[in-house]
């Protein structure tokens, strides 16, 4: 577990990657870590979260009481804070919208193909909570049956929530996420999606059962079904022209004309 000055560096860091990375825009998003002595240290609301500064962080208690700090937490910090409850495990947790896999949740679309074996290894389903208002009691109803088997949940028409043992491998799932989204993105453009079939899908979910360090549950249930074995809609044929098709997996891929 992070000290408290080394999850403010490690905040900070995180909030450029997500600016950087243009998974959030304006003053999108939020992180936190919880603290060894219980307490929760928090993004401020209202601010880019790439432009903070340490001392703009926010420490609350485990009920979201603001303890420290010249600024007010996050007001989708109850999300948090549900999370931290039901996951005595996980310190870390990231709110983003990468724009692909955000588009997903729009879309009303969980990422639960089995395309490839990595992501399936890594988080299992990627399922789709129904929508809640952000900032209100909601949206943590809405993601509280999810939250105990998954450490990646699409919120429709609203964004990502990771979460992990430490903030850092939050935010790498949220990368695994938003990657496995552009790839799921290409494949349905390219008009075909070669899935992995149910034994493949049943020995990665049992390597990421014995895989050291993997503490949660994270495999299919029945609100999530991992999807193997199926051809995917629209077969073989191209939808779109190759040149509008080029466009569109340029757009996904590289996020735009926008270079870091």
Known sequence: MLSEAEARER??????????REYVA??????SVRLPDGRILATPTSMSKGYMR?????ITDGDGRKLAGTRNASSELAMHL???????EVNGVVHAHPPVATGYAAAGLPLNQALISEVVLALGCIPLASYGTPGTP????ALRPLIPSFDALLMANHGVVTYAEEVMRAYFKMETVEHFARISLVAHLL???????SREVEKLMDARRKYEGITTAAEPMPGCPITSDAPAAGGDRFWVSREELTRLVEEAVRGGKRRW
């Open 26 to 31: 304006a003053s999108d998003g939020n992180i």
């Open 82 to 88: 549900l999370i931290y409850r039901l996951r005595p």
């Open 54 to 58: 340490a001392d703009d962080l926010v």
């Open 138 to 141: 909601e949206l943590s109803d």
């Open 191 to 197: 008009g075909k999606q070669v899935l992995l079939g």
């Open 11 to 20: 905040i900070l860091e995180i909030g450029e990657l997500l600016h950087r």
